[in-house]
């Protein structure tokens, strides 16, 4: 009997063991000093961990987060998610307003190196760059999802996962917080301040002290396709001719095309021969069928060989056990857009105060800075600030104005414009 309950109690304490690990493992946070590929000590300090959300902490979100260079007590925290749906937030670390970036050396098999910045946003904002949906960078599920991600359900799930984030992260809960991001992110980041906001009024967990949020060149409504035609014309990639036909034939609608409007399809496929061989995202670059060397995207693949490397695996901490191989962009990930337009709200969170900074470059086809003007004067707010040259040490760097509580920014003549937050970093 003495040895049976014995064996009882001793079998608990395993339980409650294997229990603990599992808490641990939800909730990991390690300390990267070193990172593979990068010389010497990192000139910041680096965090990376996962949450674990959802009622029985299923779902593990990875992040990395860099304390402001400057003063983490009392600069801005900052979320940064990156676009897709799928893309890993490795993207705005790496290539757009992270302290490192790749070296473009040409691949020769060994691993390939970083580079510290002189552009990097941490060195007035502590950023959380953050993967999600699950199944993004290093983002994992411990179980089949009964429900795919979606728009609206993302916005919970990042909600829940500042909520910890925070909990474990005290000394941040009274720093000013921002919710950043581009592209698809745009989709996400107004439903997130506005979780935030009502949150806020809820019990039973402290408030998020949510100032306002910032967004390039971002998806807003699934339409805005139809703005790359315009846009094309703008930048004299098709004839005066072909558009006005383009625009009498479709009326406006390029994307879901009537199969019965021939002579638009038509029309269509005259488009895509004059544009087929540009990059969307970043029209000065041609459009590359591999990722050779003079490609810009060969910087994407570098990502991937340096991400997969077992040694910066381990120095990220990395579940082992979590995926196969890291995808920068997972394209084909189970998710559903529910959100048709993020406008409504836009306009909500506008009426709730939070301010709003909104940034297109010219350069980004994918998503035209026309449609982002567009959507901005729906909301029919007074202009309170005219256009102006927006200047950077004596040198134009595009043209920046305000109406009421959302600022527009449209780069011009920036060298390295495009989709990315980093518009003008290379502006002297």
């Not at 910041?44 to 260079?69: D, M, N």
């Not at 991400?307 to 990220?316: I, P, S």
């Not at 200047?391 to 780069?411: E, F, L, P």
Request: net charge negative; charged share 20%; aromatic share 12%.
């Amino acid at each position: 009997m003495a040895k049976e309950y014995v064996f009882c109690v001793l079998k608990f304490l395993l339980l409650l063991l294997q229990l603990v690990f599992l808490i641990h493992e939800a909730d990991s946070a390690s300390v990267v000093k070193f990172l593979p590929g990068f010389e010497g000590p990192l000139p910041f300090e680096l965090e990376t961990g996962y949450i674990g959300v959802g009622e029985e902490e299923e779902v593990q979100l990875f992040y990395y987060f860099i304390k402001s260079e400057r003063n983490p007590k009392e600069d801005p925290l900052l979320l940064w998610l990156s676009g897709g749906p799928g893309c890993s937030s490795i993207s705005g670390l790496l290539f757009e307003n992270g302290p490192l970036t790749m070296k473009l050396d040409v691949y020769n098999g060994t691993l390939p190196s970083l580079l510290s910045t002189t552009y990097s946003w941490t060195k007035i904002s502590s950023i959380i760059f953050l993967d999600q949906p699950v199944g993004t960078g290093f983002s994992y599920s411990r179980t089949s999802l009964d429900n795919k991600p979606s728009d609206s359900g993302e916005a919970k799930r990042i909600h829940e996962f500042l909520q910890k984030w925070l909990g474990k992260h005290q000394e941040f809960t009274s720093n000013p917080f921002y919710a950043a991001g581009d592209s698809y992110s745009g989709m996400i980041v107004p439903a997130l301040v506005q979780e935030i906001s009502r949150g806020n009024y809820q019990c039973c967990n402290p408030p998020i002290n949510l100032q306002g949020y910032m967004l390039g060149n971002p998806v807003t409504e699934h339409n805005g396709v139809n703005y790359r035609i315009p846009y094309a014309h703008g930048m004299a990639f098709i004839s005066d001719e072909l558009y006005e036909s383009l625009k009498r034939v479709c009326k406006g609608e390029y994307a879901n095309v009537d199969s019965r409007n021939t002579e638009c399809l038509k029309l269509l496929e005259e488009y895509n021969k004059c544009t087929d061989r540009i990059t969307l995202f970043i029209i000065q670059y041609p459009l590359c069928e591999t990722e050779t060397p003079n490609c810009y995207i060969y910087r994407y693949l570098l990502s991937t060989y340096w991400a997969n490397d077992k040694t910066v695996r381990k120095a990220l901490q990395i579940n082992e056990e979590s995926i196969g191989e890291w995808i920068r962009c997972y394209r084909d990930i189970p998710y559903n857009h529910d959100i048709v337009s993020s406008v409504p709200y836009h306009k909500n969170n506008s009426i709730s105060g939070y301010r709003s900074l909104i940034f297109s470059g010219d350069h980004d086809m994918a998503v035209p800075y026309l449609g982002t003007q567009a959507w901005i004067r729906s909301l029919n707010y007074s202009i309170v600030d005219d256009w102006r040259p927006w200047m950077i040490k004596d040198q134009i760097a595009g043209k920046v104005g305000t109406r009421q509580s959302i600022n527009q920014r449209k780069a011009l003549s920036c060298s390295k414009g495009g989709s990315m937050a980093n518009l003008c970093r290379r502006v002297n």
